[in-house]
């Protein structure tokens, strides 16, 4: 097992909260989700599978949900506002809208950009 470099962290799926590195070769993790990336380059995404025993947790990274492409493409514009423990975020569409459904990614990235952690999601 070895640590991950700032690049290889940089570049983890936003929804992965753990890795198993070995050499060059690193399965990121989370609940229910994995994804291997050899030599830098990410592989298929495998929708199921547990957190493994000795993964261990991705070192933090500044999210900037500014950069995150969404997956519905009526949003314009995405930014988080407030003050600490009342932080909230503004999305802009494109065109008026009435409903918004997000996908289990977008509401990841979501939760990254107000630094939620899993107990306050409990």
């Given at each position: 097992m070895r640590e991950l470099t700032q690049k290889e962290i940089?570049?983890?799926p936003s929804w992965a909260t753990h890795y198993d590195a070995?050499?060059?070769s690193i399965m990121f993790e989370s609940k229910g989700s994995t994804q291997m990336m050899i030599k830098g380059e990410l592989g298929n995404f495998i929708p199921?599978?547990?957190v493994s025993e000795?993964?261990?947790p991705i070192p933090h990274k500044e999210f900037d949900i500014s950069e995150y492409e969404f997956s519905?493409?009526?949003i314009q514009s995405v930014m988080v506002?407030?003050?600490e423990g009342h932080?909230?975020?503004h999305i802009s569409f494109k065109e008026e809208t009435i409903e918004l459904t997000q996908s289990r990614f977008d509401v990841i990235a979501m939760a990254k950009a107000?630094?939620?952690t899993a107990d306050e999601l409990k």
């Open positions: 940089d570049n983890a070995v050499g060059e199921f599978g547990p000795h993964s261990i519905d493409c009526d506002d407030g003050c932080e909230y975020i107000l630094k939620l």
